[in-house]
């Protein structure tokens, strides 16, 4: 049987629904999000703030050189540079919420050639990704850690050198301050990475 004939028997047979909206997904084969929702994503686009990658009105770029958000303007950030895939809302939300709570692996594959897209100009010059670990309870429930199933689509070295001390609040509903709060000291290096390249460190827990 062709796929597309496959595709009409199990969505009349078997009725899956899509994972965010809830529609009968008319090809099941195809992944647990409908063709809308995935039409419905909304995309980040320029102009971005060159630092955190937050939307800018685009009236900034010509009267400011910097392209940079008013909050990168005012301080100094730990973090040099960081882009985002898109809005986090409607279908993007549910597919979030599918692949990290609902078991749907396979939205690794299109959730990285989104971030791939992204963060193309970043990741170019990157020498590695370093996804961050979930804790070992909280892995085995899910059955994987979604931070790493992504960073392997990035099309760049993975180095998993990074290990949690505690396990830490979901961030779901946290303001930005409390994000940082919550994973505050929450990291360190692995033992077994400290004192070798990144090489080294390529293989591990996930
Ligand atoms: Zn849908
Ligand atoms: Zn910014």
């Known amino acids: 049987m062709c796929r597309h004939g496959l595709d009409a028997l199990l969505s009349v047979t078997l009725s899956p629904q899509c994972a ?18 995935w039409r419905q994503v909304r995309m980040l686009s320029g102009p971005l703030c ?36 898109g809005h986090y809302e409607g279908p993007l939300r549910g597919i979030l919420h599918a692949f990290k709570y609902e078991g749907r692996r396979s939205l690794a594959e299109p959730l990285g050639a989104m971030m791939r897209a ?27 850690n979604q931070a790493d199933e992504l ?36 990291f360190t290096m692995r033992p077994s990475c400290r004192g070798r390249g990144a090489a080294g460190c390529s293989k591990g827990a996930s």
């Open 50 to 85: 060159r630092t955190c990658g937050d939307a800018l009105p685009s009236w900034r770029i010509i009267s400011i050189a910097l392209e940079q958000c008013p909050r990168c303007r005012r301080g100094r950030s730990a973090v040099d540079a960081a882009r985002a895939a």
């Open 151 to 186: 960073a392997r689509r990035l099309e760049v070295p993975t180095v998993r050198v990074l290990q949690r001390r505690r396990a830490t609040a979901p961030q779901t509903g946290l303001s930005a301050g409390a994000r940082r709060r919550n994973v505050r000291r929450a």
């Open 20 to 37: 965010a909206c809830a529609s009968v997904l008319d090809t099941p084969l195809a992944g647990p999000i409908c063709a809308r929702c």
């Open 118 to 144: 992204a963060g193309a100009d970043l990741l170019g010059d990157a020498d590695a990704v370093v996804p961050v670990p979930l804790h070992p309870w909280r892995r085995m429930r899910r059955g994987f």
